[in-house]
């Protein structure tokens, strides 16, 4: 069996680490949109304009299910994506949803994600309508500071004190992770926010999946990328944990 990941850039790696986990014999091809993220600024026809095309791509490689890695491009271009598409196609804002729910004690609850993602409101009005308090807000600087390679120190530290202070007077005991580059901080998020839940979307997701995927294949990996940035494949081996050829998606270079 044959799935395909794609995200805005890297942070689907984190994803596709949990798939690989989960699913050891899979065949896996990725795609990472680096030439044009982050996607959380874009309009949503631009954001749904690219994930048409990253779907497009993998589909090339005869995937049996889809995973739409990136929270930004699951708001707004999923069920486009369902509807365009003749095979499943997974988010990561349900399963992330789901798993805030069940962890919860208070049903307090706040998300952090790109611009595009909290103006969507699709976490907000699932979790509301699940009875929750909800505090939402847009983090932009963390994709930037993941994609340079800074996930602690100094610098990390602020920018998160920047936006999570209104958090900490809050009565808030679960955080959802909105971005799939956002693990990658989840140390410092922690830290910083002491006896909160930290929910990241992708173990929900591997649950949800779960049913769909039947763990055969010859283990395949294949990672494609529209632009190759020198920190490129050393951040790769840091999320995967080794090193892996690299690709060039021909189909999007040009776009």
């Given at each position: ?23 050891p014999s899979l065949d896996l ?63 990561v804002i349900k399963p992330g ?159």
């Amino acid at each position: 069996m044959k799935l395909g990941v794609f995200d805005s850039g890297v942070g689907g790696l984190t994803v596709l680490k949990e798939i690989k986990k989960a699913f050891p014999s899979l065949d896996l091809v990725y795609l990472g949109d680096t030439a044009r993220v982050p996607y959380g600024g874009k309009s949503k026809d631009t954001i749904i304009r690219y994930s048409l095309e990253c779907a497009e791509f993998l589909i090339r490689f005869d995937i049996d299910l889809l995973v739409v890695a990136c929270n930004t491009a699951s708001s707004y271009a999923l069920d486009i994506l369902k509807k365009e598409l003749g095979i499943p196609v997974f988010g990561v804002i349900k399963p992330g949803v789901r798993k805030a729910l069940e962890v919860s004690k208070n049903k307090v609850i706040g998300v952090i994600g790109t611009k595009s993602t909290i103006k969507s409101g699709v976490y907000q009005r699932s979790l509301m309508e699940a009875g929750s308090v909800v505090y939402a807000k847009a983090c932009p600087l963390f994709v930037p500071l993941v994609e340079e390679g800074l996930t602690h120190g100094d610098i990390v530290d602020k920018v998160v004190d920047f936006y999570l202070r209104d958090f900490k007077n809050t009565q808030m005991d679960t955080l959802i992770l909105g971005c799939t580059h956002y693990p990658l901080l989840a140390e410092a998020i922690k830290n910083y926010m002491g006896d909160v839940q930290i929910v990241d979307s992708a173990s929900a997701l591997v649950e949800d999946i779960s049913s769909f995927v039947k763990n055969e294949g010859t283990s395949s990996l294949r990672l494609f990328f529209t632009d190759h940035s020198p920190s490129l494949e050393s951040f790769v081996e840091y999320v995967l944990g080794e090193r892996y050829k690299l690709e060039i998606a021909p189909m999007l270079c040009s776009l």
